[in-house]
């Protein structure tokens, strides 16, 4: 089995002792939602604790009631016997490759568990390019092609992922390029399967958002969860909504041999959270506008350096390309060894090695404190918050040593300096 510690968890953790050796490292590497719970979710949890049976392996009845009504108002009816809740959409995403069998079909590039999961689970992943300008999608233009060279070389290919809007790249599909992919599933009889982990998170409230399940809806399950609205992911809670009792009953036949079920306590207070109630509304706009703003201020940090990158429209997430690295892996070590950034080398992503792009999350410059996160939130210019103004200017100075130089190696006996050291030299800004 080719697969290693998941590349964000393991950036994590090279940070985290980068950060113990005393290094001062700007943390842009990890996916976490970096705000608090919301007060009312801890107590829905707390008053559950009691609950200690496995309970369903599909989900309590309380909670799929919840995630149907959630679905539903999204202009999408759902019955909640085809809901399915598992310890995080994570896991719901591995349960439903293995259940679906045969090759899958992903944007490049596209989060990294994707792949690896199909790795683990001997599924081969079809990378397809994602549309010019956009991300988390397959190019509807290559998908056909792709998919029937894939079976006239004798392989089963029986899905298609896409991620709206997108981890890595911030950006949300078209709802043009999402109908088009929806009838080139049904054209090609795959099923869709529609991660929307950051659909409350799309950064314009008002955004047009198409899911593929509106278009093609007998062949479109979508995975969602908690872990980026409310800031929960170290709660684990995930939820599929499916369209057939077939494909429910092998899911859960995976599920109830891997996990049994969701964690009772996190399932009640998921059942609240997927209720929709006022106080947690306010919460997920609160976090929508935080995201926003932050994402956008570090966007233009990057712009400045000369980086070429798209805006971000959802999640905390974008997907610079700074020319003048031979590899995404030259440039996400630069920006760390030499400037204490710590991002993600586009190929975890999939993307290609030779393509300078990393992958930049924006949600830990919130705070290290739950205070500083609340006051994150509720501050009318999140960008004045010294902590975040710090860290801003931190990779304003960064990318500009990084980008404005010339790194080149010379000898110390020439310039009286000690072998291998670096010496910037000015260059015009890409
Ligand atoms: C695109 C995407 N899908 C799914 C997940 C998994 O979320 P969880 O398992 O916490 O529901 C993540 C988390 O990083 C993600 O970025």
């Known amino acids: 089995m080719n697969v290693t510690l998941s590349a964000t968890l393991a950036a994590n953790e090279d940070i985290e002792r980068r950060r113990r050796a005393g290094?001062?490292?700007?943390?842009?590497?990890?996916g976490e939602a970096g705000l608090p719970v919301h007060p009312e979710l801890r107590r829905r949890m707390s008053e559950a604790s009691g609950n200690n049976g496995y309970g369903q392996v599909a989900g309590s009845a309380e909670l799929r009631e919840a995630v149907a009504g959630y679905w539903s108002r999204r202009g999408l009816p759902t019955d909640a016997d085809l809901v399915v809740c598992g310890p995080g959409s994570k896991a719901l995403l591995f349960g439903l490759m293995l259940a679906l069998g045969g090759d899958i079909v992903l944007p490049m590039p596209s989060w990294v568990s994707y792949a690896a999961q199909a790795e683990i689970i001997g599924v081969r992943p079809i990378m397809v390019p994602a549309p010019p300008g956009e991300g988390g999608v397959p190019d509807p233009d290559l998908v056909a092609s792709a998919v029937l060279?894939?079976?006239?070389?004798?392989?089963?290919?029986?899905?298609?992922?896409?991620?709206?809007?997108?981890?890595?790249?911030?950006?949300?599909?078209?709802?043009?390029?999402v109908r088009r992919l929806a009838e080139l599933a049904r054209n090609l009889d795959l099923t869709i399967i529609s991660d929307e982990i950051y659909r409350d998170l799309v950064h314009d409230p008002v955004a047009e958002y198409?899911?593929?399940?509106?278009?093609?809806?007998?062949?479109?399950?979508?995975?969602?969860?908690?872990?980026?609205?409310?800031a929960v992911g170290g709660w684990r809670i995930g939820v599929a909504r499916l369209v057939d009792h077939d494909l429910r009953d092998r899911l859960l036949a995976v599920a109830s041999e891997i996990w049994s079920s969701a964690a009772a306590p996190v399932q009640h207070a998921a059942a609240y959270a997927f209720t929709e109630p006022d106080e947690l509304v306010r919460r997920v706009a609160e976090s929508r506008r935080l995201h926003g703003i932050v994402a956008r201020a570090v966007t233009d940090r990057f712009v400045k350096a000369g980086a070429s990158v798209a805006q971000p429209q959802g999640g905390f997430y974008l997907y610079p390309e700074i020319p003048g690295f031979e590899s995404s892996a030259d440039l996400t070590a630069a920006l760390i060894e030499e400037h204490g950034i710590g991002v993600l080398p586009g190929t975890a992503f999939g993307d290609l090695p030779g393509a300078p792009r990393v992958r930049?999350?924006?949600?830990?410059?919130?705070?290290?404190?739950?205070?500083?996160?609340?006051?994150?939130?509720?501050?009318?210019?999140?960008?004045?918050?010294?902590?975040?103004?710090?860290?801003?200017?931190?990779?304003?100075?960064?990318?500009?040593?990084?980008?404005?130089?010339?790194?080149?190696?010379?000898?110390?006996?020439?310039?009286?300096?000690?072998?291998?050291?670096?010496?910037?030299?000015?260059?015009?800004?890409?």
Do not use: C, M
């Open 360 to 430: 930049v999350a924006t949600s830990l410059l919130y705070g290290e404190t739950s205070e500083q996160r609340i006051a994150a939130l509720r501050a009318d210019d999140p960008l004045a918050l010294p902590w975040i103004a710090e860290s801003l200017d931190h990779l304003e100075k960064g990318l500009a040593a990084l980008t404005g130089t010339r790194r080149i190696r010379v000898d110390h006996a020439a310039f009286g300096a000690p072998a291998n050291v670096i010496v910037g030299v000015s260059t015009p800004a890409w």
């Open 149 to 177: 060279h894939a079976r006239a070389q004798g392989r089963t290919v029986t899905a298609l992922l896409v991620t709206l809007p997108d981890n890595p790249t911030g950006r949300l599909a078209r709802p043009e390029t």
């Open 23 to 30: 290094q001062r490292v700007l943390h842009l590497a990890f």
């Open 210 to 230: 198409t899911s593929p399940a509106e278009i093609a809806p007998e062949r479109t399950i979508i995975t969602s969860g908690l872990s980026k609205s409310l």
